[in-house]
């Protein structure tokens, strides 16, 4: 070689070694097309992964975000065979493409062929400038940039993502829901073939039926070049289908929550979706014409506490702002729902067993002053059966029992979290709906006690791991609950128990808030938790918000549609759970004086202590029927027999009632014991509150009743202020007429066993 030739050659390296180097700088250092970092649709997914709402992009474009390895294998084989043979190995540039291409055209006398790969397709999607030589040359040098700093994968998958499919719609995953109504992971080699033709001309070939002619040709063209003909068949779409905007109240709540995702990949499942959009939809005329205008409704997979379906109201799109609220994250009054809970808790701390025979009477708590939901009042009643009746005075004595903060304390560890923090501010109307967490919570609440009180938060998120917590509530206090729960069948189907049994498995409670402004139904069928609520979010009350008439039906309807083909698996006695002998008709540990008993269960770990107070052996004269004590036996036929004696409290209600009481013996004379069991305890005036007298009408029509609670059977002696007032039986009353000042009242029984307590009167100003 001659000395020219190598100086030719070595400048030659030079020039491309310096070429190359200016290439690499400008491809290291200018900033990369700005639509490369175009936000995509934020898309809500269904735990498996299809679309359930897909928003606009920033820019107004539907475009969601795919990578190639989503996007079907054999879409991806005919891209690349059909734009771009060597994308694999190519810098951004295919020289034998622009070869190639500069030969066909040359032969037709015409552009009928172009060179542009697909890295240059991306840097024309993202930077349009006009075709020609100069622009081609930029198109080159920015492919060839792309590929200096990004990997094929994401050359392609700008391409998925940007590519126009006409209308607003861009990128291969959008187009596909819109054409075909699914994604692109699984596409017919018809589908293929329309994918491919449309960007070549997306304003005349989208699906419409004025381009179907177009579209159709084109398709054909693409399927003859792939070798795809012989495949397809179907005609091509004339029409866009709606991109999926489903679950809107939870989409418009996942993106309020967290504006700057993308995607939120979500543990709702479709099928559970619409059979609850399916209820809410059916329901909706009739709640209307009722005056109930919005609702929610919650379905949680029980055993892990994933959110299955989220029915945020009544509506979305044709209606007023309130029908856009999100119900199910809106705190409410929950009514009667969280009696099963304070159950529970008072098995769990031995204060109670299902058995137990308690009192429904008219009781003042301080000023409060509960009454039930038909204004009436039994007496005694068992507490299973007055937590399926939904009885009010008994689960406020039992939340007494437990205490108002224990219990707010679990249900914070069972995942409320719309409770107040300050103490004190809830008291025992909380038995009653006086607090309020949201149906999310409260379907979170009653899963804990479908899964043996076990807390696991609900989650609606898959990347949210949930926690296992610890049980607030035995294994052996649910099930106790539960088997109190599925003592009722739905609502609207009350004679069924006459045809055939009512369906097993199903546990559930209904709620109605003070001023009929929420109506709940929430249970637990074989797998899922549900909870209802329905109301007005602006407090307006209605007649119909009752929650068995009203949810009840709804939430039958939900777990009806959910519920597995096999039916319900059988729900074993937990380990924790024994057997203890009580009373068979206080439900209290027996005594010697109960004349019948049986087995209770009750959590072996808690038994209650309490005897039965309500059977007492007493001797009695044979001849006439008196009670005589030890004192009185001597020369006297006597036997023991076994009485029933209920609270003076009880009495005093049952009597003002007119029904007949058991009565106990009468002392014979000389035989009363020295003393009573205790003193009386004073019921009314209630402890801590006080009296104001109204203006204008007279201290005697203001009269207050003065009532204990004795378990002696003689009278009663009442003083105001040193003064005598009246005497009363144990379970009577009397009244009192009161002046203003303070006032001390004292209550003395036959054996000189007395109470006192300090009421103040008041006069209103």
């Keep these: 070689m001659t000395r020219a030739r190598r100086e030719a050659a070595l400048s030659g390296v030079l020039v491309a070694v310096l070429l190359g180097g200016v290439v690499a700088l400008f491809a290291r250092s200018a900033p990369l097309p700005e639509r490369l970092r175009a936000d995509p649709s934020p898309v809500v997914r269904y735990h498996d992964g299809t679309p359930a709402h897909v928003f606009l992009a920033d820019d107004g474009r539907r475009r969601i975000e795919v990578a190639p390895s ?43 062929s172009g060179a542009s790969t697909i890295t240059m397709q991306v840097v024309r999607l993202c930077e349009p400038r006009p075709r020609t030589l100069r622009s081609k040359i930029v198109e080159a040098a920015r492919a060839v940039q792309l590929e200096l700093r990004l990997s094929k994968d994401e050359i392609l998958a700008h391409y998925l993502q940007l590519t126009p499919f006409g209308r607003n719609l861009e990128g291969v995953e959008a187009a596909s829901l819109a054409y075909f109504g699914h994604g692109a992971a699984d596409l017919s080699p018809g589908e293929i ?36 003909e012989d495949l397809v068949e179907r005609p091509v779409p004339t029409t866009l289908r709606p991109v999926p905007r489903e679950v809107p109240h939870a989409a418009y709540w996942l993106r309020a929550a967290g504006p700057e995702a993308s ?25 209307e014409r009722k005056g109930i205008d919005n609702g929610a409704v919650v379905v949680l997979d029980t055993a892990t506490s994933r959110v299955l379906a989220l029915g945020g109201n009544l509506s979305f799109w044709d209606d007023g702002p309130a029908r856009r609220i999100p119900a199910f994250d809106v705190p409410r009054s929950p009514g009667s729902t969280l009696k099963p809970l304070i159950h529970a808790a008072a098995i769990d701390r031995g204060e109670a067993l299902p058995e137990f025979l308690v009192a429904d009477i008219p009781t003042a708590f301080g000023s409060y002053t509960p009454s039930n939901y038909d204004g009436g009042f039994d007496g005694l009643v068992r507490l299973d059966d007055a937590l399926s009746r939904s009885l009010n005075v008994p689960f406020i004595h039992l939340l007494r029992d437990v205490g108002v903060e224990p219990f707010l304390g679990i249900l914070r560890d069972l995942g409320v979290r719309s409770l107040r923090d300050d103490p ?59 088997r109190a729960l599925e003592r009722r069948d739905r609502p609207d189907f009350p004679g069924r128990a006459d045809l055939s049994a009512p369906p097993t498995g199903i546990h559930w409670k209904t709620g109605t808030s003070t001023g009929r402004r929420d109506a709940w139904a929430v249970g637990s069928g074989p797998q899922h938790t549900v909870a209802v609520w329905l109301g007005n979010l602006d407090n307006r009350g209605s007649s119909s918000l009752v929650g068995a008439e009203a949810a009840g039906p709804l939430l039958f309807d939900v777990l009806g549609g959910l519920a597995p083909a096999g039916g319900a698996a059988p729900d074993p006695v937990p380990d924790d759970l024994g057997w203890v002998e009580v009373c068979s008709y206080s439900g209290r540990r027996a005594t010697e004086a109960c004349p019948h008993r049986t087995d209770a269960r009750a959590v072996v770990a808690r038994v209650p202590t309490e005897e039965c107070p309500h059977h007492r052996r007493v ?25 029933l004696a209920w609270p003076s409290s009880v009495r005093r209600y049952l009597r003002s009632s007119a ?34 007298l109204i203006a204008g009408l007279a201290p005697e029509r203001q009269q207050i009743p003065l009532q204990a609670e004795s378990d002696a059977e003689g009278a009663l002696a009442w003083f105001v202020d040193g003064r005598f007032v009246a005497t009363s039986p144990a379970d009577g009353r009397v009244w009192w007429t009161p002046a203003p000042g303070e006032h001390r009242i004292v209550v003395t029984d036959d054996r000189g066993r007395s109470r006192r307590r300090l009421f103040a009167v008041l006069e209103r100003p």
């Design 193 to 228: 073939a329309t994918l491919l033709a449309v960007p070549q001309n997306p304003n005349l070939r989208y699906p419409s039926p004025r381009n179907a002619d177009r579209l159709t040709a084109a398709r054909d063209d693409v399927a003859r070049r792939l070798g795809l």
């Design 424 to 482: 004190d501010f809830y008291g025992l109307s909380v038995a009653v709906g006086g607090l309020e967490l949201t149906p999310l919570e409260l379907a979170g609440v009653y899963a804990a006690l479908a899964r043996g009180g076990e807390a696991k938060a609900p989650t609606w998120l898959q990347s949210t791991v949930a926690g296992r917590g610890a049980h607030p509530l035995s294994e052996g206090a649910t099930w106790l609950t539960r």
């Design 659 to 692: 029904r007949l009481l058991p009565e106990l013996p009468g002392w014979a004379p000389g035989c009363a014991p020295a003393t009573a069991a205790t003193a009386p305890v004073i019921v009314s005036p209630p402890e801590g509150q006080s009296a104001v």
């Design 263 to 287: 995607e939120w990949r979500t543990t709702l499942d479709r099928g559970a979706q619409r059979i609850v959009d399916d209820v809410l939809a059916a329901a909706r005329p009739g709640l």
């Design 619 to 643: 001797h009695v004269d044979v001849a006439t029927g008196l009670a005589v004590g030890p004192a009185c036996r001597e020369d006297r036929a006597t036997k023991a027999i076994t009485v």
């Design 70 to 112: 989503e996007v079907d294998s054999d879409y991806i084989d005919a891209l690349i065979r059909l734009e771009d043979q060597r994308f694999r190995t190519h810098l951004g540039v295919d020289p034998l493409a622009i070869v190639r291409a500069a030969l066909t055209n040359a032969r037709r006398g015409r552009v009928v």
